[in-house]
């Protein structure tokens, strides 16, 4: 089953806009993690953050995280087409932080 | 590159037969886990198998069953194939069972006729 519910399920932007992800999750976390996907291959690792951490930034992506809420949020600054792809958040058991539960995934398009 | 890999790319089957896909993991993880990932949803967690033993499993039945090998490379089986098992089988190494960052291969892209 899946844990995490995304918001939006697809987001169209300009180039150059900011592109912001949200993801909910139902159960305590070891760590969450965001990942890309183009169309239907493997899936890249973006960002990591752990449990006990708030907020954390990798470049032009910033990710943040709120135990109490069981939420976090991906912003991508400055996009580009080549964001362009579906992006999934996925948390970590708190037992096994390895395992990790998926969300639906938000689809980007970045319009050049 | 991630350095995992996965074999075959794509692969057609039909309803009934078993079908073995395989995986090898990055140079020093010691786990692997597999995904199934249906069309326009997110991956769902199988099972993962830590140094040769499986630890963990999600809601397959069980005609889904892996091996993981001593240079921890794994093979997922799939016995009676039904038609929503078609799906792309996404295999990931760490190296540990705690919270390192996953790397996935590019997946086996299964279709069930």
């Known amino acids: 089953s899946q844990q995490g519910e995304e918001d939006p399920q697809a987001l169209s932007i300009q180039e150059g806009e900011n592109a912001t992800m949200n993801c909910s999750y139902k159960?305590?976390?070891?760590?969450l993690q965001w990942y890309r996907q183009n169309s239907g291959r493997g899936l890249v690792h973006l960002i990591l953050?752990?449990?006990?951490?708030r907020e954390k930034h990798s470049g032009r992506l910033r990710v943040t995280l709120d135990t109490s809420k069981k939420s976090s949020s991906l912003l991508i600054t400055a996009s580009r087409a080549a964001d362009t792809a579906s992006y999934f958040c996925?948390?970590?058991?708190?037992?096994?932080?390895?395992?990790?539960?998926f969300g639906e995934g938000t689809q980007l398009t970045v319009n050049p | 590159e991630t350095g995992v890999t996965q074999s075959p790319t794509h692969l057609i089957k039909t309803r009934g037969q078993q079908v073995t896909l395989r995986c090898s993991s990055q140079?020093?993880?010691?786990?692997v886990s597999w995904y199934q990932q249906a069309l326009g949803q997110g991956p769902q967690f199988i099972f993962q198998?830590?140094?040769?033993?499986?630890?963990g499993r999600g809601n397959f039945p069980p005609r889904f069953s892996g091996l993981q090998f001593p240079n921890y490379s794994s093979e997922l089986n799939v016995n009676a194939l039904e038609l929503d098992d078609s799906a792309l089988y996404l295999c990931?190494?760490?190296?540990?069972?705690?919270?390192?960052?996953?790397?996935f291969g590019p997946g086996t892209r299964l279709t069930v006729l």
């Open positions: 996925a948390t970590g058991e708190e037992t096994s932080g390895s395992r990790l539960t």
């Open positions: 198998y830590y140094r040769e033993e499986e630890n």
């Open positions: 140079s020093g993880h010691n786990t």
């Open positions: 159960t305590s976390i070891n760590n």
């Open positions: 953050i752990r449990s006990n951490e």
């Open positions: 990931a190494s760490s190296s540990g069972l705690d919270y390192n960052e996953q790397f």
